[in-house]
């Protein structure tokens, strides 16, 4: 006889303590189940990675589903008496990984409450379902104990009778029998029509393919499994690279690490990243090093009902760590059926290996240089060097560095003349080992921009860097800010906004959105703009600097002195002497002497200030130092130079210098 459920006995609530060494069954919720017997958690029958704390924490409260189970008493389930930890610490990372394993929020909990200071509570149902071969030893257990109710299998779906069985007399259909038929037929009908027809893509559903076509996803950061904190970077480095390796298939629109990396420590669902991400699909996953050994676990999965496509386990030595990650894109581009063209770049088998020790202080660089402050980038510095010293022809070291030098001369924490000599050197060298690298080619633009004034040559450069890596969202930010010196604001507003579509919680490139539409004179949207992305965060300064400026514009100079106020002391560079008092009717005589008070406590105290003096100045009506303070601003290759000035013969002479006349 063939049974739909007459392998398991299902019993529903919850299992006491002193069944724990009796029963080896799988406790199921929802989509997921705890397998007790391999200590696995799975989800749609696929392996969640999970450390062992955190699914014993797991298994105790599936145990006692809807009771509170107090910190106390998983202090004594998960630790022995004599091993000595921080338990609040402890035990609250445990429950935050068990949380994270299962997309649920302490916010808005799906599966674990927190129950004040007393302990946590799984408020989903638990199904908890055992092998029938060990069924009756565990349920004489089980009908010892009160509140647990034995549910046998509920239906049997009949084999073909034996004709020998078969009584000629009776001509009257058993009840049961007719009913099993009566059921079963036009089930098995509709399974043959989906299976052969596939109407309305029930049979893609029921096989786990994409409900509709994967044209856009988010690689979520992988997850470190190796046990050591100090490894975090080398997860974030790994999904930084497989990012970058899956915005090569230009079919796909990826979202940007700026803004994936935001959900690092989040506790939301995936259909609500997804939805915020405004993507397909996601990619999650796990990332395990042991020594020179790498394992990473990847799963596909459809974004708006968190439904598994795909999954699979990699392991490689990490000399050959470029070769996996670009495996890991290839069968995710295969899954959603994106087709590779001719266009679009792959990896050659010569760069497939890396010397482990040149990869590893490679990944220590992108991580401090992502923290984009000044000790940050020095130490990026010092680690990308070591990977070229170690391995010569690292062509992503390289490309590193010429990053690292270029936003390091930007903030003026290096002279710009050596910042700007060191970055191209950099980025020449990477390409000449790679010319498929866009971050470098990225760089090269903006240098040919912002300090060789090589407008022509620059555009090719953002162009291709834009071609290499479509989900670049920095190239794009760069590109749309020399469309708007060329005099192309509608094309700087669309590549702006391509920018967003692949960063799209970037405060940097939101803010940037704001600052487009002010050189593109369209100063409503950009206050609009501003507005939005300070919702998104208020203590980032340089939203409040291009939402000043675009007050100025406006003669809005209340408005203008308070934001400007406020940048500078989330910059920490508000004069000692900030008595002053809330801005109040200004006029512009009031407002610009209160800046040029600024710009000369700036220059005071080492910072560039050359462009702020002169426009204080040409707005004070003092011409000749306006342009003595341009000048200067000139030689530092102030990327804010725009047209104060603009009707007087010495800056059309400026411009012309710049090749923008």
């Known amino acids: 006889m ?12 919850t299992m006491p303590p002193q069944m724990q060494e009796s029963v080896h069954g799988t406790l ?36 006692h589903a809807n009771e509170v189970v107090t910190r106390e008493e998983l202090r004594q389930q998960l630790w022995p008496s004599d091993v000595f930890i921080d338990f609040t610490h402890s035990l609250n990372t445990v429950i935050a990984k068990a949380r994270r394993a299962l997309n649920d929020s302490a916010e808005k909990p799906r599966f674990i409450e927190t129950v004040g200071r007393h302990g946590y509570r799984f408020i989903e149902k638990v199904v908890i379902e055992m092998p029938k071969a060990a069924a009756p030893a565990d349920l004489q257990l089980l009908r010892k104990t009160e509140n647990l109710a034995v549910q046998t299998p509920a239906i049997a779906i009949a084999a073909p009778l034996d004709p020998a069985a078969r009584r000629p007399e009776s001509k009257k259909s058993h009840p049961v029998k007719t009913w099993v038929v009566a059921v079963v037929t036009p089930v098995v009908l509709a399974l043959m029509v989906i299976a052969i027809l596939n109407p309305w893509g029930w049979r893609d559903a029921l096989l786990g393919k994409p409900g509709h076509p994967i044209r856009s996803l988010a690689v979520l950061p992988l997850e470190n499994l190796s046990g050591d904190p100090s490894q975090e970077y080398f997860a974030d480095g790994m999904t930084d690279e497989l990012t970058t390796d899956l915005a090569q298939i230009g079919s796909l629109r990826v979202i940007s690490r700026t803004s994936s990396m935001q959900y690092k420590y989040a ?11 405004n993507v397909d699909a996601v990619v999650e996953g796990s990332v395990q090093r042991t020594g020179d050994h790498v394992k990473i676990r990847a799963q596909l999965i459809e974004g708006h009902n968190d439904r598994h496509l795909w999954a699979e386990n990699y392991e490689s030595d990490l000399r050959d760590v470029l070769a996996l990650q670009d495996n890991v894109a290839r069968d995710i581009a295969r899954k959603i059926r994106v087709e590779l063209t001719p266009k679009e ?17 490679y990944l220590l660089g992108r ?80 240098n040919l921009t912002t300090y060789h ?19 670049y969202a920095t190239v794009r930010e760069w590109y749309a800010e020399y469309l708007n010196a060329m005099g192309r604001p509608q094309e700087a507003i669309a590549e702006i906004k391509r920018a967003q579509e692949v960063d799209p919680i970037s405060l940097i490139t939101n803010a940037v959105i704001g600052r487009v539409f002010f050189m593109a004179r369209q100063y409503d949207q950009a206050i609009v703009q501003c ?13 409040y600097v291009y939402l000043a400026r675009v007050y100025e514009q406006k003669g809005m100079y209340d408005e203008a002195w308070t934001n ?24 512009a005589q009031s407002y610009w002497k209160q800046r040029l008070e600024w710009a000369q406590y700036d220059l005071k105290h080492g910072r560039k200030a050359s462009f702020d003096l002169a426009v204080a100045y040409s707005y004070l009506g003092d011409k000749d130092r306006a342009f003595e303070w341009l000048e200067k601003a000139y030689q530092e290759h102030n990327s804010w130079m725009n047209d104060p000035l603009r009707s007087d013969p010495r800056f059309q002479s400026l411009l012309k210098r710049m090749k923008l006349e």
């Open 367 to 446: 991580y401090y240089f992502e923290q984009r402050n000044e000790q940050g980038l020095k130490k990026s510095i010092d680690y990308f060097s070591q990977a070229v010293a170690i391995d010569p022809n690292y062509a992503l070291a390289y490309s590193g560095l010429a990053d690292a030098y270029h936003v390091i001369g930007t903030y003026g924490i290096m002279p710009a003349d050596e910042s700007i000599a060191k970055s191209e050197a950099m980025a020449r060298k990477a390409l000449s080992i790679d010319n498929n690298l866009g971050e470098a080619h990225a760089v090269m633009a903006d």
């Open 564 to 587: 400007y106020h406020k940048s500078r002391v989330l910059m920490g560079s508000e004069p000692e002497s900030q008595s002053i008092p809330p801005a109040k009717g200004l006029d």
């Open 267 to 277: 506790h939301k669902s995936l259909p609500q990243i997804a939805q915020e991400l």
């Open 453 to 471: 004034w090589d407008w022509a040559a620059a555009e090719p450069e953002y162009k291709r860097a834009i071609e290499l890596n479509p989900s």
């Open 28 to 63: 199921r919720f929802g989509v997921y189940e705890a397998d007790l017997r391999s200590g696995e958690l799975r989800k749609h029958g696929l392996r969640v990675p999970l450390e062992e704390k955190p699914f014993q924490a797991l298994v105790v409260l599936l145990r």
């Open 2 to 13: 063939l049974q739909s459920a007459a392998s398991v006995n299902l019993i529903s609530t």
């Open 345 to 361: 770049p792959t990896v050659q088998a010569a760069s497939f290996q890396v010397n482990p020790a040149a990869y590893d202080a």
């Open 531 to 543: 507005k939005k992305t300070i919702e998104m965060d208020p203590s980032f300064p340089r939203t």
